[in-house]
Nanobody, 123 residues
């Protein structure tokens, strides 16, 4: 499967932004999907995940209550709505797809990865 992220840009602190990931060439409806991010000089961080059925979502502690993950199994997309952005949310955001076995934040559970989209939040 191929994953392509879009929507990343530069915004001001407090603003909102929505990222989208389109999946092609695979069985999207069977994939658990997730968003990870990696800031400059930082380790990759789990952001959010959603089960293939869409009935369970998971969030990293730093984004809980601000970000929401959605999926559309007809359009083969998974979106990340990011609200009340902080400068510390600045990172490259990656879409990932796979099967959650060890836990939603376990990156090795995700077989497919996109190239990433840059989000920059200025204070």
């Amino acid at each position: 499967a191929q994953l392509v992220e879009s929507g990343g840009k530069s915004v001001q602190a407090g603003e909102s932004l929505r990222l989208s990931c389109v999946v092609s060439g695979g069985a999207f409806r069977y994939y658990d999907m997730a968003w990870f991010r990696q800031g400059s000089g930082k380790e990759r961080e789990f952001v959010a995940a959603i089960r293939f059925s869409g009935d369970q979502t998971y969030y990293g502690d730093s984004v809980k209550g601000r970000f929401v993950i959605f999926r559309d199994n007809k359009k083969n997309t998974v979106d990340l709505q990011m609200n009340i952005l902080y400068p510390e949310d600045t990172a490259v955001y990656y879409c990932a797809g796979g099967a959650i076995v060890n836990g939603p934040s376990f990156s090795r559970d995700y077989k497919y990865w996109g190239q990433g989209t840059q989000v920059t939040v200025s204070s």
